[in-house]
């Protein structure tokens, strides 16, 4: 007689498509068997089948490419970047087809390799029709009418401690860079400064060093109106510095505000475009809180909302509309919000199929936003359309405030930004360290009729 005990010692949540057990056979022999190689063969597959669905999807986006853009540049890094932010710097030679326009952009690497934040340059076209034959290499991208436009090279590169987890520079002096590490504490760069200097492996030379957190995070805001003034979300507050200010010890600066309405991971902060002594955060604990520098206690917000089901991971200003702000969460919808009457959401856009990351408004036009997150999409959208009237055909494309969706990257996307000198610009990056740089076509935020869908495969 053989005895078999099913003993469940582990449940794999990892793959929740599969729950496997541990299985202990018990017989005359005293011989067991263990069953755990069945989960990870039925993974295995899985991934396998998630990994050929991606370059299907991967493979239809190229095939439609020429109708959906008026141009792509792709770029292989040497790492991931887990940032990137268009620096307004352009430049306009009289009578070249192209300008010259920078990137911040900073590295994720492997192991104890060295961390850069990086300058780059690269070319863009003036007149994208002329620049409507691309062809795809890997690694490059070739331009038929010009073999020296659309070049990408890294100008800059700044020793780093550990990957650059956000970037921001200043408004008022675009050369001063701060910059989120692992650990608790902000750095300050002016890149000027290490344009012609470079470092032995494993020294960072930041001009100040900003403390006042306990733990590393990935909020970081300057504010547009007030010189020098810097916002940073982690742990679960809210720190504020005028890197104007004389330190005691040199090269350091502490916060000179605090903010603790929050009870969970702070994972991002902004100050209002529009408002000197404004700001947002969002957090884990699911709310969104306005904030006022003027205020006399910086422990409760002017304004506390419970603002999504899951934890809150993004938010963006409308830098038009001074009343409007946009929310992205890991429950897969971006909200809108009129902080006139935070008692309830505008509208909530919903076409993510996983957490959402990133969310930025244009910064040339008032209605458009776009988000990003896990699901390797970045979607468009133009609010203006909020309730137009559908044809059965269009409301099975979304939406009808859907613009666009962005399906070029085989990888989550870690971060995009809006070029600031062009409207419809955008530079993504991705966790497979490819970087792109995209102009949806005309007829798509023109809204001109075409034969061809105008939008991407949404699955």
């Known amino acids: ?10 449940i794999y949540t990892s793959c929740p498509s599969y729950c496997v057990y541990y299985a202990n056979v ?65 430049i306009r030679q009289e009578g070249e087809v192209y300008s010259l326009q920078k990137l911040i952009l900073g590295s994720h690497t492997a192991g104890n390799k060295q961390n850069h934040l990086m300058l780059a340059r690269v ?61 608790k504490d902000i750095l300050i760069f002016d890149y000027m400064q290490h344009k012609y200097e470079s470092y032995p ?109 899951a934890e809150v991971n993004c938010l963006s200003f409308n830098p038009y509309n001074e009343f409007i702000l946009a929310t992205g969460s890991t429950d897969k919808t971006v909200a809108l919000w009129d902080l006139r009457n935070l008692n309830s959401k505008m509208h909530s856009l919903d076409a993510h199929k996983d957490e959402t990351f990133q969310v930025k408004w244009s910064s040339q036009n008032e209605t458009i936003l776009a988000c990003s997150g896990i699901d390797r999409r970045l979607y468009v959208w133009d609010i203006s359309k909020i309730g137009e009237e559908q044809s059965a055909e269009d409301a099975e ?16 996307i870690s971060d995009f930004s809006w070029n600031p000198n062009e409207p419809w610009v955008i530079c993504s990056v991705s966790e497979d360290s490819i970087m792109q740089i995209w102009q949806m076509a005309y007829h798509i935020y023109n809204d001109q009729e075409l034969d061809t869908d105008k939008r991407t495969e949404k699955n």
């Not at 030379?205 to 970081?220: A, F, N, R, W």
Request: some cysteine; glycine content about 6%.
């Open 201 to 309: 492996v494993g020294k960072c030379v930041p001009q100040l060093t900003l403390e006042g957190h306990q733990e590393k995070g990935y909020g970081l805001s300057w504010n547009p109106k007030l010189h020098g003034h810097l916002l940073s979300g982690s742990d679960s507050t809210i720190c504020l510095w005028d890197i104007n200010t004389r330190s005691e010890k040199p090269g350091v600066i502490n916060a000179c505000a605090t903010f603790t309405g929050h009870t969970s991971s702070v994972k991002d902060v902004t100050w209002h475009p529009l408002h000197t002594s404004m700001f947002g955060s969002v957090s884990d604990d699911k709310k969104l809180m306005i904030w006022d520098t003027r205020s006399t206690t910086t422990s409760k917000p002017s304004y506390e909302v419970d603002a999504h089901a």
């Open 397 to 412: 494309d979304g939406a009808p405030e859907l613009l666009f969706i962005h399906g070029g990257h085989k990888a989550r």
């Open 26 to 90: 018990n017989c005359k022999e005293g011989k067991g068997l263990l069953l755990k190689d069945i989960f990870w063969e039925q993974k295995r597959m899985a991934e396998k089948d998630a990994e050929s669905l991606v370059n299907v999807q991967y493979k239809d986006w190229q095939e439609q490419r020429e109708y959906l853009y008026d141009f792509v540049v792709m770029h292989t890094l040497e790492s991931p970047s887990l940032v990137v932010q268009w620096l307004p710097d352009i």
């Open 1 to 10: 007689m053989v005895c078999v005990d099913i003993l469940v010692l582990e």
């Open 123 to 183: 070319q863009l076209p003036n007149d994208v029709y002329k620049f409507n034959e691309i062809k795809y290499k890997e690694n490059e991208v070739n331009v038929s009418c010009d073999p020296l436009c659309l070049n990408f090279e890294i100008e800059i590169k700044i020793n780093h401690i550990g990957n650059v987890g956000k970037v921001c520079y200043m408004p008022q002096n675009p050369c001063i860079i701060a910059t989120k590490t692992p650990s």
